[in-house]
């Protein structure tokens, strides 16, 4: 394989292991905040629930979490650019692990 197809290839595994840990945290995040309510164990605000939900989210041209784009009017073309980013320690955790699947499962053929 060439350097470019390693790349390539690199890059899809971070971003599906981004992706599906991301879903993953999340999914865990509602099941622990149910459970936090059933057992009176702080409802949604537990510190378990917590820990998979609160992300850390960089964005650029974003105002946080309320996603208005940087706006460029140059008054018959008008700009709309942004890209934010969600982490949470489970997609995190989802994208180590597929690095780690992505090195065995034969990517130095």
Same mark, same amino acid.
């Given at each position: 394989?060439?350097?470019?197809?390693?790349?390539?290839?690199?890059?899809?595994?971070?971003?599906?292991?981004?992706?599906?840990?991301?879903?993953?945290?999340?999914?865990?995040?509602?099941?622990?905040?149910?459970?936090?309510?059933?057992?009176?164990?702080?409802?949604?605000?537990?510190?378990?629930?917590?820990?998979?939900?609160?992300?850390?989210?960089? *964005? #650029?041209? %974003? /105002?946080?979490?309320?996603?208005?784009? =940087?706006? @460029?009017?140059? $008054?018959?073309? &008008?700009?709309?650019? !942004?890209? *934010? #980013?969600? %982490? /949470?320690?489970?997609?995190?955790?989802? =994208?180590? @692990?597929?690095? $780690?699947?992505? &090195?065995?499962?034969? !990517?130095?053929?």
């Amino acid at each position: 394989m060439t350097t470019k197809n390693n790349f390539g290839r690199l890059l899809l595994f971070i971003v599906l292991g981004l992706i599906i840990g991301g879903v993953l945290g999340e999914c865990l995040g509602l099941l622990f905040g149910e459970l936090g309510e059933l057992m009176n164990a702080g409802g949604y605000d537990n510190i378990v629930h917590n820990f998979f939900v609160k992300s850390f989210s960089p *964005s #650029f041209g %974003f /105002n946080g979490d309320n996603a208005s784009p =940087m706006v @460029i009017d140059l $008054y018959m073309i &008008k700009f709309a650019l !942004g890209i *934010s #980013f969600k %982490f /949470n320690v489970v997609s995190v955790i989802g =994208m180590a @692990i597929s690095i $780690y699947i992505m &090195k065995w499962s034969g !990517g130095n053929r």
